[in-house]
């Protein structure tokens, strides 16, 4: 089997508004119903005005001490404080959040860089539907992706925030290796592994935050499928908190 | 930019003392030097000879015990302790651990599928002298992957546990992004990503052990570089036990 990876070409600066599909499809890369597009979710965000103004923001008490702890600004935690469910680690480096979706990322996802001078950017409100509507848009498989931490691992990898038209988890489960062995390795992360895999095929600074794979047909659905949702580990089974 | 991932075809069952870079290389794929071959460690360890007969296993009493609260067999359970530094986590369904080489992953990475009945693979003892020793034979670089379950996110993910002559992490500390701002993400795990990305190209019951990604030659280093040690987060950076 094989694949490809291939970014698309720059895009210009997103504003709130934009329609992001028609930038995307301006592009000028032939996009097939078997496709996955991975598209960095800062323009997607961006797109949806998910961007806010520091200067708009007062710091809470609770803000105020985990700033002091950090050398932080207090308005940049105070933005994340407002998108997190739950504080899961706060160092002196890092603050680590389970974000409303119950995504666990550094700053609940707020992030100030490729933004506006004192503006963050915020994760899409429903990063699964956002999905979907470029998918309904597009005509192709829609992965919205965002680099995230890891617990033991050193470095960011990209995964899927928002997916449709994608299975996200490959369910082996009662399969057998070629020794009719059960395999180990249940549930495969197909949609983590293509958000991982576009990002390999573009630089962070660049202006191409699409990323088209093609040859991934045999993950690719003819509905929206159940999206990033289902890559959320729930509490119950959060053995890490 | 783009990048391809081509499955290798087929190779043989592996066995303890072959030679795997002859049997790759047979597999008759062009393999150059700024390609990464991306190889599934089950096939290093067993020409490593890292199989162990669980009947030669005498179950110890904290293997025993573990084995009650989960219904594992308790030959299994001994072999992950021999194999591990320090149980992180152990509930009835899961057993994680830190390996020797500091990885952390269920079972410490000893594996009963895709073996012999009674039998199971360890994870090589030195993964990052097996890629070099691969990269030596082969020319290009080499990842030697394995699945790893995730802390907050369902399903597993191909990660590397071996890494020679690709940059493990790609360092944007000091950069910036188009508005000159210093980029959140500043280090990129990209060995990690390649092992993903890799892992999208092969299905998991076929006997496609490699993968090679060809358009990464921007990662590709003239020497064996740090290798996947350079992954491990360090026990003092390590928040999640």
Do not use: Y
Not at 19 to 35: Q, Y
Not at 37 to 56: M, T, W
Not at 61 to 77: K, N, Q, S, W, Y
């Amino acid at each position: 089997m094989s694949f490809g990876a291939v970014a698309l070409p720059g895009i210009p600066e997103v504003r709130a508004g934009d329609d992001l599909a028609a930038l995307l499809l301006a592009a000028g890369i032939e996009l097939a119903a078997t496709d996955v597009l991975c598209v960095a979710h800062k323009v997607v965000s961006k797109a949806e005005g998910r961007v806010r103004s520091l200067v708009d923001v007062v710091p809470g008490p609770r803000a105020l001490e985990l700033a002091a702890t950090g050398d932080r600004d207090p308005r940049h935690v105070q933005a994340v404080l407002d998108e997190a469910d739950e504080v899961v680690r706060a160092t002196a480096g890092v603050l680590i959040c389970r974000t409303r979706h119950g995504f666990v990322c550094a700053n609940a996802g707020v992030d100030r860089s490729n933004t506006e001078p004192d503006c963050v950017v915020l994760l899409p409100e429903n990063p699964d539907g956002s999905a979907r509507a470029l998918r309904a848009a597009l005509g192709c498989a829609v992965v919205i992706t965002d680099s995230f931490g890891r617990a033991w691992r050193m470095g960011q990898a990209e995964v899927a925030i928002g997916v449709a038209g994608l299975e996200v988890l490959d369910d082996w489960r009662g399969r057998h290796d070629g020794g009719g062995r059960e395999l180990a390795a249940t549930h495969i992360a197909v949609a983590d592994q293509a958000a991982s895999a576009a990002d390999l095929a573009r630089r962070k600074d660049s202006a191409e935050p699409a990323v088209r794979l093609r040859g991934l047909e045999r993950f690719v659905l003819d509905h929206d499928g159940p999206g990033a949702a289902a890559l959320v580990r729930a509490r119950g089974l959060d053995l890490f908190r």
